[in-house]
T-cell receptor, first 115, second 111 residues
């Protein structure tokens, strides 16, 4: 079974600085999807960024970018120019392409932004 | 464009009662999912459905029942609620191989 590990339960960063959240996963599949979701205090699950495993190019969405290392099974999220509104829980997730196509989540990283 | 909606958003029930959480999506997505999120945990899959009339167990299915007679609806029933089922429940949907979108969550407290 696939597993996702986020080794940083909590992170903090100064406003306007850059922070990187780590994620590793375990799978025997060659093709799959990876996601980062943001969960603010409202508990809404908000998609931040998505990466297809067959794409070598790292995904970017404005201030958010990923470092996808397929061989190392690593998928980190970089947030540039951190803003107070970025404070939230961040979940890394893996989605299989075949079968159930379910999403497997890591335990989450709580990000605090210091003004 | 309503997307995916859950009801009720908040529910308090007593131990032993039956509770049904509703989920409705307007996109005609094939896949639908139910997750639960407990304090200090990520999201864990309860049940999923690949299409109408096709459902299967996830990681933590015990004590739950689902059905999917129509593509757009995927209700989750707690047959006899227990305190350990106090949680936030998320319904989600997606098309094949696409991003999974989540509802706003249903906060359930079992007393």
């Amino acid at each position: 079974a696939q597993t996702v590990t986020q080794s940083q339960p909590e992170m903090s960063v100064q406003e306007a600085e850059t922070v990187t959240l780590s994620c590793t996963y375990d799978t025997s599949e060659s093709d799959y999807y990876l996601f980062w979701y943001k969960q603010p205090p409202s508990r809404q699950m908000i998609l931040v960024i998505r990466q297809e495993a067959y794409k070598q190019q790292n995904a970017t969405e404005n201030r958010f970018s990923v470092n996808f290392q397929k061989a190392a099974k690593s998928f980190s999220l970089k947030i540039s120019d951190s803003q107070l509104g970025d404070a939230a829980m961040y979940f890394c997730a893996y989605r299989e392409i075949q079968g159930a196509q379910k999403l497997v989540f890591g335990q989450g990283t709580r990000l605090t932004i210091n003004p | 464009d309503a997307g995916i909606t859950q009801s009720p958003r908040y529910k308090i029930t007593e131990t032993g009662r039956q509770v049904t959480l509703m989920c409705h999506q307007t996109w005609s997505h094939s896949y639908m999912f139910w997750y639960r999120q407990d304090l200090g945990h990520g999201l864990r899959l309860i049940y999923y459905s690949a299409a109408a009339d096709i459902t299967d167990k996830g990681e933590v299915p015990d004590g739950y029942v689902v059905s999917r007679s129509k593509t757009e609806n995927f209700p989750l029933t707690l047959e006899s609620a227990t305190r350990s089922q106090t949680s936030v429940y998320f319904c989600a949907s997606s098309e094949v191989g696409n991003t999974i979108y989540f509802g706003e969550g249903s906060w359930l407290t079992v007393v």
